[in-house]
Structures are given as C-alpha cells and as structure tokens.
Nanobody
C-alpha cells in the first residue's frame, strides 16, 4: 500500500498558473505516475502521465499548457499548470499505477 498526498490547489483567475504536488510514501523511482481530474458532474479524466524514463504525455485539452514532472529523490511528482481556463476547474488526483493507489485530491478553481 502507498499513500499519496496532493497539495497546491486553490483559486486562480483565468490565465493564471498553479503548481500541484503529489508526495508518495514509497519510492517512485523508475515507475510511471499520472494526474487525473474530475469536474463537477463529470467522470474522472486522465490529464498527464510521466513514465519511469521521464517520457511525458498529456491530454489534448491541456497540451502545451500543463507539464508533468517528477523528483524521484523526493518521491514527488508535479503538475505545472499555466494559462488556466475556467474549464480546468476540477478536483485533481494523483495516481500511482504500480499500486493502484489514488490521492485524496486537491481542488483547483479557475474563476474571476
């Protein structure tokens, strides 16, 4: 079992930026990690993945605006979110596929 703790969410104006963090209780070295999000009334959707070799992929809706990164020495991944839009409003979840574990989520609200 592994615990994942997200942080960094909050309220931001359209066009603004936020950086989310996800700290794992076990080593993430060499293992893929991902971010998902769930907007009110919608299903959870994939946002971005980083492989154990640091290859990244992201959903078309966030491509060019969001960047996933990792610091394996700190067992932490990040989601740098730029040029935020109201439609990015959601609870953002960290996911560790090797353990099938989810974080508790962190709320991101984009509103003026």
């Amino acid at each position: 079992q592994v615990q994942l703790v997200e942080s960094g969410g909050g309220l931001v104006q359209p066009g603004g930026s936020l950086t989310l963090s996800c700290a794992a209780s076990r080593s993430i070295f060499g293992l893929p990690m991902a971010w998902y999000r769930q907007a009110p009334g919608k299903s959870r959707e994939w946002v971005a993945t980083i492989t154990g070799l640091n290859t990244t992929t992201s959903a078309n809706s966030v491509k060019g605006r969001f960047t996933i990164a990792r610091d394996s020495a700190k067992n932490t991944i990040f989601l740098q979110m730029n040029t935020l839009k109201p439609e990015d409003t959601a609870v953002y979840y960290c996911y560790f596929p090797a353990y099938g574990s989810w974080g508790q989520g962190t709320q991101v609200t984009v509103s003026s």
